[in-house]
């Protein structure tokens, strides 16, 4: 159980052209989901906290009109990376957050490898 | 604010032999602690995580950790690491006062010697 999965698994776009990356948690309800960012042989960042049904909140540095997050329903989360640049070119996993087991944690997604040319 | 710290960035182990890699966090509380392991090109997966009460943790395949309130310090260990176990590992704080939100550690390579 808490299978989290992305589309697409990579993607690649041209400079300019917008992306969205899918995040869904297959056999749980996630009223939270979060997305990260990771650079190769770097740590994750996290870029923002998307609730289902409200705005998502963003980190410092992070910008949403470039990012665009949207958590519809508790097992779907979608982010769009608007006129996208090489330096956008990433590798972006999303993660979904379960009470079950009277604690919390996040499962995370396989990932999404954007390349903008 | 909270931070983590793995001061490991490589540790090349030989297969069968022991590991250890080292965690140590920065929190005004009691943190959430997670180990997670991510082989390349993939997603995390989660080994083991503490919350509270016992302070050894046990996780999948055969990995432990140990949290010490007072050394600021959550190791994880394996006794005898298997050549599935070359990848990267990051230690990780969350916190509920924080929204539950993850920091991660720079995380550490460990790559096994046959």
């Known amino acids: 159980g808490a299978v989290v999965s992305q589309h697409p698994s990579w993607v690649i776009c041209k400079s300019g052209t917008s992306v969205k990356i899918e995040c869904r948690s297959l056999?749980?309800?996630?009223?939270?989901m979060f997305w990260y960012r990771q650079f190769p042989k770097q740590s994750l960042m996290l870029m923002a906290t998307?609730?289902?049904?409200?705005?998502?909140?963003?980190e410092q540095g992070v910008e949403k009109d470039k990012f665009l997050i949207n958590h519809a329903s508790l097992t779907l989360s979608t982010l769009t990376v608007t006129s996208a640049h090489p330096e956008d070119s990433s590798f972006y996993i999303c993660?979904?957050?379960?009470?079950?087991?009277?604690?919390?944690?996040?499962?995370f997604g396989p990932g999404t490898r954007l390349t903008v040319t | 604010a909270q931070s983590v710290t793995q001061p490991d960035i490589h540790i090349t182990v030989s297969e069968g032999a022991s590991l250890e890699l080292r965690c140590n966090y920065s929190?005004?509380?009691?943190?959430?602690l997670f180990w997670y392991v991510q082989s390349p090109g993939q997603g995390l997966q989660l080994l083991l995580k503490?919350?509270?009460?016992?302070?050894l943790v046990q996780g999948i395949k055969g990995f432990e950790a140990e949290f010490k309130r007072s050394q600021s310090s959550f190791n994880l260990r394996k006794p005898s690491v298997h050549w599935s176990d070359a990848a990267e590992y990051f230690c990780?704080?969350?916190?509920?006062?924080?929204?539950?939100?993850?920091?991660f550690g720079g995380g550490t390579r460990v790559l096994v010697k046959p």
């Open positions: 993660s979904a957050e379960s009470g079950r087991g009277g604690g919390y944690e996040q499962y």
């Open positions: 056999d749980f309800q996630a009223t939270t």
């Open positions: 998307s609730n289902e049904g409200s705005k998502a909140t963003y």
């Open positions: 929190y005004g509380a009691t943190p959430y």
């Open positions: 503490y919350f509270s009460g016992d302070t």
């Open positions: 990780a704080v969350g916190a509920k006062a924080a929204g539950n939100k993850l920091t």
